[in-house]
């Protein structure tokens, strides 16, 4: 599985910005696939993630209700629209796919075994 991300930049507080990541895998091969971020000094962190279905979304409490998660599997594209960015938003955003399952959303990064390349985000006060 390959991904990439993109979308990032500089953003107000209170504005929004919408992530895209694009995905490609084997014919047949089904997904999870999930977002995460990474301040500088802090460890990366979950944001939230999607079921290959798209039936299932969960998102961290840190977001919750200001970001949403989608994805289309015709385009092979998933996209993260985030809203009512705050300063503590700052981090670069990568997205992931888990392999293991496709209906079920883990929150940790080790289940996570493939990786886009970030895209980085900057939210001003």
């Known amino acids: 599985v390959q991904l990439q991300a993109s979308g990032g930049g500089l953003v107000q507080a209170g504005g929004s910005l919408r992530l895209s990541c694009a995905y490609s895998g084997r014919t047949g091969s089904r997904f999870v696939t999930a977002w995460f971020r990474q301040a500088p000094g802090k460890e990366r962190e979950f944001v939230s993630g999607?079921?290959?279905?798209?039936?299932?979304?969960y998102y961290d409490a840190s977001v919750r209700g200001r970001f949403f998660v989608s994805r289309d599997n015709a385009k092979n594209t998933m996209l993260l629209q985030m809203s009512s960015l705050k300063p503590e938003d700052t981090a670069v955003y990568y997205c992931?796919?888990?392999?293991?399952?496709?209906?079920?959303?883990?929150?940790?990064?080790?289940?996570?075994?493939?990786w886009g390349q970030g895209t980085e985000v900057t939210v001003s006060s």
């Open positions: 992931a796919a888990d392999t293991s399952y496709s209906e079920y959303i883990d929150r940790s990064s080790v289940s996570y075994d493939y």
């Open positions: 999607i079921t290959w279905s798209g039936g299932s979304k």
